[in-house]
Structures are given as structure tokens and as C-alpha cells.
């Protein structure tokens, strides 16, 4: 099994190299999830027999990437709680997403020798990443996806002429 081998094979110490392909684990788990990723909805809701409804609500698009946020709604007399709560980047040219903590990735610059902060951030990223993952592995098991929700279409650009 993928998962199985891919996560023996990362027990080790960390590298940013295995961090990459987690990355690239992450995108082609989405890919199944979403096989839309130009995103043509701001929000769209998944249903399954066997497990929550699941909120995609896009965040942000460029030519190159688009951020989207994967969550659980929950309501009580508290108000609205989103749990989990990943954004997620999308790199469509290069075939990775990234687990974000929020929205602006921290800047970092690793040092020779290996700073504390890189070593840091690795292993932030890491955790962060793979448990997207084994969520989107969890999603996809329970039989979520995107390709037939009912979602509002963006609205088409008004002709200026």
C-alpha cells in the first residue's frame, strides 16, 4: 500500500526532500478528491452515508496555484466551529499542495549547519502534512468528493465593450 510505504520510509529523520513528496502524495489525494482543481466555485459541500458533510470553500486563485480551505462544520449554542481546519495551497504547475498553518507560509532561511528555526518549520510542516494526508485518505474512504456536487459557478466576467 502506498500510505504504508510511504510512511516507513519517512520514520527516519526528516528531510525536505520526504517533506516534497508528501507534498506530492497530498496533491495527487486531492486530485482524486477534486478533479476540478481550477476551482470553479467559491463553496461546495460533499456529502457521504458515512461521515460529515465536508465544506470546500476557496480562498484564493492565481494562474499557477489556488488556496482552499478542507473543514467540518460544527454548530452549537457557541456558534460555528470548523474543525478540522486545513488550508491547503495548490501548486497545479508543479503537482504539490501544502498544508498551511494560515494563510502566509513563515519566512525561513536555513543556515549552514542547520538553524533551529529550519529544523522547526521541517518538522511543523511535516506533522501538518501528513496528517492531510491520512485525512484525505479518510475523506476518499467515506466516498467524498467534488466531481458532482451542486456548487454556484463563478459568475462570467462582464463584457467591458
Excluded at 495551497?89 to 513563515?106: F, M, T
Excluded at 492531510?132 to 479518510?138: F, G, I, P, T, V
Aim: charged content about 25%; aromatic content about 10%; some cysteine.
Amino acid at each position: 500500500m502506498q500510505t504504508t510505504k510511504l510512511t516507513s520510509s519517512l520514520l527516519g529523520r526528516r528531510r525536505l526532500a520526504h517533506l516534497i513528496d508528501l507534498y506530492e502524495r497530498n496533491y495527487l489525494l486531492l486530485e482524486r478528491l477534486l478533479p476540478e482543481l481550477e476551482l470553479p466555485f467559491e463553496h461546495a459541500v460533499s456529502h457521504s452515508a458515512s461521515d460529515l458533510p465536508l465544506h470546500l470553500i476557496t480562498v484564493e486563485r492565481s494562474p499557477y496555484t489556488v488556496e482552499l480551505r478542507l473543514t467540518y462544520e460544527f454548530r452549537n449554542a457557541e456558534g460555528l466551529r470548523l474543525a478540522p481546519d486545513f488550508w491547503i495551497k495548490v501548486y497545479r504547475d508543479a503537482r504539490v499542495a501544502e498544508a498551511l498553518h494560515c494563510a502566509q507560509r513563515p519566512p525561513w532561511l536555513a543556515q549552514e549547519g542547520g538553524a533551529p528555526e529550519a529544523e522547526l518549520y521541517l518538522n511543523d510542516q511535516w506533522s501538518r502534512n501528513l496528517m492531510l494526508a491520512r485525512w484525505l485518505e479518510y475523506l476518499l474512504h467515506h466516498g467524498h468528493g467534488f466531481a458532482h456536487v451542486e456548487r454556484p459557478r463563478r459568475s462570467a466576467v462582464p463584457s467591458l465593450a
